[in-house]
């Protein structure tokens, strides 16, 4: 496919506000001539973020968009989306307003969409060792059981830290989202990954540094995990039947249907015969153990099959340049 002229590009922040009184002003302060516009979200917030930053701040691209009950992250940067789209912005990067995202990578973000390597952009806190380093050991863990359960769901196994807030996304493939399907609290990042790989979209990671500011994380990774194991799954699930007995139907599909059928038939064989056994107090042939065996380790093979082939299948070519239509996008 021939190189094709990076885009121009009206670039928009969007800022969820909920209790960050202390850093928005400051992070509005940060933020690059590059930006056209900026979209402060007062997701109800009981500090009244929303009227604090109009009384406060006399930056001209500062627009306060209200809701009128708290949705979390995810409605109010739903609630940004909205208004950028409206305003024919082209890309939308969200930051936190808690001053925990440095403003000033912000064109690390956009260049590769400009440029047509990504279709959304990612923050990864886990590029630098010493980043790591600094990390609570709790947090460590979390995400890197989110992380593995982000790439089952969404099909993007070379990402990590998946609950990255650090994000930017073109219009163009923003409105292939259905924003109202879209989780509105802590799985929203998830959800977004999960919808942008049934899109086959291209996610690329930036390299970020971890920063901790003194406002407390509302994310407690031991209440969260049960509840996004249970999403998970059921995303995970879907996106298997879909993009393999649904959208297509290969190789990949036969390894899954007959290695879910071997493994399971295997393992049924198994456990009957060894209760008859338990009961009958004789032990099993081995012509039944074979029985059992063989069908479980045909099919523990053909799985492992099918994984390679889903971790090989990542989208390799941006929507942008498939679609070849980001200049009339607007």
């Not at 690059?32 to 973020?49: H, L, M, N, T």
């Not at 053909?302 to 200049?327: K, T």
Request: hydrophobic share 45%; with cysteine.
């Amino acid at each position: 496919m021939d190189t094709a002229a990076p885009l121009p590009l009206r670039i928009a922040v969007v800022i969820p506000s909920y209790k960050v009184k202390a850093h928005v002003l400051d992070v509005i302060r940060r933020i690059g001539p590059e930006v056209e516009r900026i979209y402060a979200v007062d997701d109800a917030c009981p500090q009244q973020s929303g009227r604090f930053i109009q009384e406060n701040c006399s930056d001209p691209r500062v627009k306060v968009v209200f809701n009128e009950v708290n949705l979390g992250v995810g409605g109010a940067v739903v609630a940004g989306y909205r208004a950028a789209l409206a305003d024919g912005m082209d890309v939308m990067v969200k930051i936190d307003g808690d001053g925990q995202m440095a403003p000033e990578l912000l064109p690390d973000f956009v260049e590769p969409i400009r440029n047509f390597l990504a279709d959304y952009t990612k923050g990864n806190r886990f590029y630098s060792f010493y980043n790591v380093r600094s990390m609570p050991r709790m947090r460590l863990f979390g995400n890197a059981v989110l992380s593995f359960m982000t790439k089952i769901s969404s099909g993007y196994w070379s990402i990590f830290d998946p609950t990255n807030g650090y994000t930017a996304i073109h219009r163009t493939v923003l409105s292939r989202i259905d924003l109202d399907n879209l989780a509105r609290r802590y799985f929203f990042e998830t959800d977004m990954l999960v919808k942008l790989g049934a899109e086959r979209a291209v996610v690329l990671d930036i390299p970020m540094e971890a920063v901790y500011a003194d406002e407390e994380s509302g994310l407690k990774i031991s209440r969260i995990v049960p509840e996004f194991m249970r999403k998970h799954a059921f995303e995970s699930i879907k996106r298997v039947i879909y993009s393999y007995l649904i959208r297509d139907f290969s190789f990949a599909s036969v390894s899954l249907v007959f290695g879910l059928l071997l493994m399971g038939g295997g393992l049924s064989f198994g456990v009957v015969e060894w209760i008859h056994s338990v009961r009958s107090g004789h032990v099993a042939s081995s012509g039944t153990v074979i029985l059992a065996a063989l069908p479980i380790i045909l099919g523990f093979q053909l799985l492992l099959s099918f994984l390679a082939y889903d971790i090989s299948n990542q989208p390799r070519i941006p929507l942008l340049q498939l679609l070849r239509h980001p200049y009339s996008a607007r």
